[in-house]
């Protein structure tokens, strides 16, 4: 069994900063690449940033230059830095990962969600 549990949603304001975490816990045998999608209210899911176990980044035009995703592979987590918010940034964020376990071979797992609210 896996869980992907989110924390650090909340409501801020434009122009602020909120810092969200992701910790994959269970029988892990290798996460591969961990990420953060997004959906606000009417649209569909959509890819925020990711990372690669070697580090590597892939980021949403909309987010570049505002938005920081780390790992921390010893402690199989994600962060997300997000600097500079905006409205349209208000959504549920949900952090994904495509993990192998040692007893169900390799599946993409989901969190619960977390909501960031950026308004006045």
């Known amino acids: 069994q896996v869980q992907l549990v989110e924390s650090g949603g909340g409501l801020v304001q434009p122009g602020g900063s909120l810092r969200l975490s992701c910790a994959a816990s269970?029988?892990?045998?290798?996460?591969?690449?961990m990420g953060w999608h997004r959906q606000a209210p009417g649209k569909e899911r959509e890819l925020v940033a990711r990372?690669?176990?070697?580090?590597?980044?892939n980021y949403a035009d909309s987010v570049k230059g505002r938005f920081t995703i780390s790992r921390d592979n010893a402690k199989n987590t994600i962060d997300l830095q997000m600097n500079n918010l905006k409205p349209e940034d208000t959504a549920v964020y949900y952090c994904?990962?495509?993990?192998?376990?040692?007893?169900?071979?390799?599946?993409?797992?989901w969190g619960q969600g977390t909501q960031v609210t950026v308004s006045s």
């Open positions: 994904n990962a495509g993990i192998q376990t040692y007893n169900t071979g390799t599946k993409n797992y």
């Open positions: 269970g029988s892990i045998y290798r996460i591969y690449v």
């Open positions: 990372i690669g176990g070697g580090g590597d980044t």
